[in-house]
């Protein structure tokens, strides 16, 4: 055994990310779905769309992170101790992705890695993160490293029964009530740590997670709505002060004028705390359980290491159903290691453009071939990036093999 | 905040159980289903075989344990820090069942729990249990109670899709093997917190994850295996040393001679440290990740408390796909309360017996409403125990209601 000292600093060491090699740019797929100009660019705030082809699944793309994560960093199988995924994308009846990844484990001997699969919506990888740290902070803890994988193929339905039915109207405000009881509990957290009157400006950055980036915007103008709430006469408000002195919480949630205000006066603020974090979401479009770990991955690949020194890094996440948390940490250490190593900005540009009737044709045979037995998938090995697990093919009893292009 | 002062003896402190009301018998099966005598009664070793009807899904038999549990116990939604779900039971693509529960406690004004569901096949209740009491071990720990919550519905495929794909030989294989190396581990921390050469000896009582209760007789002459691999000269195994004495674990997997030797050797000892925990798998049926922690109830039950008092019980949990551990704790304090609070055997003898030709028609209506939208249930509310939650409709966005009995 291993004697573990209690470690000092617990969090995050090292980020990898995964995203499909294909994308759709947004503007264009406005003109091919006939909306107006702007539904998807300024409405939904999304630049272009990432998205899997029938070469992918959540097995692959997993074991596709893992192994570079593990490669890029010159980490040993061996010393992972725990291994837990967050996910909300079913493969397997009963088996857990977890279990899946234990095969890159095989040559190394150590089948004693602690952790499974943990699920609820987009909430699943903070949950695992929890999971891991709370692992490290307890006497179970035997000294090794712990691995947390958030990921999803995240696809919404277009009029069939495969997807997770969504309520759209009941989900946004969903996402901002969550939001609204989080952020109160976690400034009731910041007061107990003996930070004086927190408020936004407690936190150097607020990480969201995020379903398209304009409800990033509306949430990050809720947050200052919340602030306001709880200091209504501060002299930053003063232009609004009479417009909704009467508000609350509850009365709020369906007034378009009071998020607009909030939204204008908090434009400033949001470039400062949260606009950079918002890069792969921009660009790679929804993300599920993965997204907020993707908003970090982007602030950390835009923001230089030496201005991240000692401040304070919120992250808000956010799972339908629901649940949801406000959680920080600080940055302690060089992290521009991570940064070059995750190449964010490089990889993103190295994709390939596809038009939208190539994502409709290939959206529509993962839909109609998705969870098929006796399937062997057609699309191009060329449009995955390299050292990509790939799905080669699915038995009769369901069983998928993989191979590593 | 509660100041949490550092707990000692984290642990399990009440249990509670659900079971469906019905149940059949499983010599009437055998005589119905036209196989031979004994297949399912000798060949198994199951008596009876409680199910689910149309008014029950993983959600209502959740809400009733948890809500008969917090009665009995006397605790209040507020003391409850943290609650996370072990299933296997898939109700909802993205919505957790902890999410479900926590509508008990919104009365409670009590939203602030940690938690959600994690999945691995019939490992779930186990690392749900693992993340609770690190959490509690953990400076995340804020002074509440943890909840964990391990429960499924169990149903074999009859030719159709619904329900996970069972290679049944690979399965008990992949069982054993599990076990072997669970218990390698299990007996390698043993020897680093201080014990001298561990065995089967060093624990008091071993309970398994059951299946069927033949395949934990199995299991047992297995560990007796294992010892014996250990120090295969020791007296206790002179009879068969040199029938076995060129066996190692890959050599013997499917060897059958072996397998019964060491039934035999250990039956006296698989009576005094494993039988007593199956009282309510032979009486049930397999639980999934619920099954280990009803062997547990089952052991509290049939056990006086002034004789578990210091002795240490081992658990071994397995879920396919597979993850599987073995953990020990020891009985510190008056364990009674639990046994009388569960009630067990009179609860077990107060259940309804139906035919099996009822059984098969509940089975089918179960099959072919499973998923439905639109759906109201039609089993009888007469049939559930009283305090049971049931589920009362379905509309046509899947959305599922519930009344208590």
Redesign the interface.
């Known amino acids: 055994?291993t004697v573990a000292t209690h470690p000092q600093n617990i969090g995050i060491q090292a980020i990898e990310v995964y995203f499909p090699k294909k994308f759709v740019d947004q503007s264009e797929l406005e003109k091919h779905d006939g909306v107006s100009s702007g539904k998807y660019t300024i409405g939904l705030g999304q630049e272009k769309m990432s998205f899997c082809d029938d070469r992918e699944d959540i097995v692959s793309i997993c074991l596709t992170v893992v192994q570079q994560f593990m490669q890029k960093y010159n980490v040993d199988y061996k010393q992972i101790g725990r291994l837990e995924v967050g996910t909300?994308t079913?493969i397997?009846?009963?088996?857990?992705t977890?279990?899946f990844l234990m095969s890159l484990f095989a040559e190394s001997g150590n089948?004693?890695v602690?952790?499974?699969?943990?699920?609820?919506?987009c909430?699943?990888g903070t949950?695992a993160l929890?999971?891991a740290?709370?692992?490290m902070?307890?006497?179970?803890w035997d000294g090794r490293l712990a691995l947390v994988v958030a990921g999803d193929i995240a696809v919404y339905a277009s009029g069939n029964a495969q997807?997770?039915?969504v309520?759209g109207p009941l989900s946004v405000i969903s996402y901002i009530r969550a939001l609204d009881?989080a952020y109160l509990?976690y400034l009731?957290k910041l007061e107990?740590a003996g930070v004086e009157s927190p408020s936004l400006d407690s936190v150097d950055y607020l990480v969201f997670h995020s379903p398209y980036t304009k409800q990033v915007v509306k949430a990050f103008g809720r947050i200052l709505f919340n602030d306001f709430l709880r200091n209504p006469t501060a002299p930053q408000y003063a232009e609004i002060y009479t417009q909704f002195s009467e508000e609350t919480l509850e009365s709020s949630y369906n007034n378009k004028l009071l998020e607009k205000a909030f939204i204008n006066l908090s434009k400033s603020v949001f470039t400062a705390k949260t606009n950079t974090s918002l890069l792969a979401a921009r660009n790679i479009g929804n993300m599920y359980t993965g997204s907020v770990f993707f908003g970090l991955a982007s602030l950390i690949s835009s923001v230089p290491s030496s201005e991240l020194q000692g401040k304070r890094i919120a992250l808000f996440s956010y799972?339908?159903?629901?649940?949801a948390?406000i959680y920080s940490f600080k940055v302690v250490g060089d992290v521009s290691d991570i940064a070059s190593k995750l190449d964010l900005v490089a990889r993103l540009n190295d994709r390939i453009c596809v038009t939208p009737s190539q994502f409709e044709n290939i959206m529509s045979l993962r839909e109609s071939t998705h969870n098929n037995a006796e399937y062997s998938p057609t699309g191009s090995v060329d449009e995955l990036f390299p050292g990509t697990y790939h799905l080669t093919s699915i038995d009769s009893?369901?069983r998928r093999k993989y191979e590593l292009s």
Request: glycine share 8%; proline share 2%; charged share 25%.
């Open positions: 055994m909300e079913i397997d009846k009963s088996k857990s977890k279990s089948h004693s602690e952790g499974i699969d943990t699920t609820n919506a909430y699943g949950s929890f999971n740290c709370q692992w902070d307890s006497k179970a997807f997770p039915t309520d009881y509990d009731k107990n799972g339908s159903g629901c649940a948390s009893m369901y």
